[in-house]
T-cell receptor
Framework: RKEVEQDPGPFNVPEGATVAFNCTYS??????FFWYRQDCRKEPKLLMS???SGNEDGRFTAQLNRASQYISLLIRDSKLSDSATYLC????????????FGAGTRLFVKA | DGGITQSPKYLFRKEGQNVTLSCEQN?????MYWYRQDPGQGLRLIYY???????QKGDIAEGYSVSREKKESFPLTVTSAQKNPTAFYLC?????????????FGQGTRLTVV
C-alpha cells in the first residue's frame, strides 16, 4: 500500500459545481496535512493546511479524519481558474519528517 | 526577499554524464527535500535532509546523490547510474513549528537527456 494515495481523476466538472477529493494515508503517526495546488509545468503552491477541527477558506473546505486516516478537500462553486492538479501532503512526526506527496488529482472545470 | 532558488531552470545532459542541480534557500529552514516529477505523475521523494551533514534516502534514491554542507544549500547530483533522468526536479524546504508547518518550493529544474 502506498503511503499516500489519491484518486488521480481527472475530474471534469461544469462551472458552479461542487467537487470533493479524498486522500488516504497509511502512517498513523502522521502529524501535519496539507493541500497543494499545482498548475501545469509549475511548482506546487500551498492551498491550505488541514486541521483536526476542519477548516474553511472561502470556497474551499478541508477535513481530517484520523480514525479512517484520510483528508478531504471540498471545492464549492467551481471556477474555471480552479482547473489544476491538487496534491495532498502528509508529514509524519517520526521517520525524520519524511514528507510524502500524493500523486495528485487533476481537476478540469469547464464553462 | 526570502525564498528558495533552484538553478538552472533547464538543463540538458548527455548520456553518461553526471550533472548537479542547485538548490539554495535563505529561509533558515532546517529541512530540505528533493522530488522528481514525471509527466502526469505526482512528486516522488529522492532525498531529504533534516540538518546539516545529515540526509536520508527517499523512495527513489538510486542513481542520485546529495550533500548538505551548509544549511542554505542542498545540491542534487544526477549520476550516470540514473537510467531515466529526464524529469522535472523540485527542491523544497520546510519549517516545522508546532501547528505552523509549510513547504516552500523552488521553481524547478527540467532535466533532459540528449
Amino acid at each position: 500500500r502506498k503511503e499516500v494515495e489519491q484518486d488521480p481523476g481527472p475530474f471534469n466538472v461544469p462551472e458552479g459545481a461542487t467537487v470533493a477529493f479524498n486522500c488516504t494515508y497509511s502512517n498513523s503517526a502522521s502529524q501535519s496535512f496539507f493541500w497543494y495546488r499545482q498548475d501545469c509545468r509549475k511548482e506546487p503552491k500551498l492551498l491550505m493546511s488541514v486541521y483536526s477541527s476542519g477548516n474553511e477558506d472561502g470556497r474551499f473546505t478541508a477535513q481530517l479524519n484520523r480514525a479512517s486516516q484520510y483528508i478531504s478537500l471540498l471545492i464549492r462553486d467551481s471556477k474555471l481558474s480552479d482547473s489544476a492538479t491538487y496534491l495532498c501532503v502528509v508529514i509524519p512526526v517520526t521517520g525524520g519528517f519524511k514528507t510524502i506527496f500524493g500523486a495528485g488529482t487533476r481537476l478540469f472545470v469547464k464553462a | 526577499d526570502g525564498g528558495i532558488t533552484q538553478s538552472p531552470k533547464y538543463l540538458f545532459r548527455k548520456e553518461g554524464q553526471n550533472v548537479t542541480l542547485s538548490c539554495e534557500q535563505n529561509l533558515n529552514h532546517d529541512a530540505m527535500y528533493w522530488y522528481r516529477q514525471d509527466p502526469g505523475q505526482g512528486l516522488r521523494l529522492i532525498y531529504y535532509s533534516q540538518i546539516v551533514n545529515d540526509f536520508q534516502k527517499g523512495d527513489i534514491a538510486e542513481g542520485y546523490s546529495v550533500s548538505r554542507e551548509k544549511k542554505e544549500s542542498f545540491p542534487l547530483t544526477v549520476t550516470s547510474a540514473q537510467k531515466n533522468p529526464t524529469a522535472f526536479y523540485l527542491c523544497a524546504s520546510i519549517f516545522f513549528r508546532g501547528g505552523n508547518t509549510e513547504a516552500f518550493f523552488g521553481q524547478g529544474t527540467r532535466l533532459t537527456v540528449v
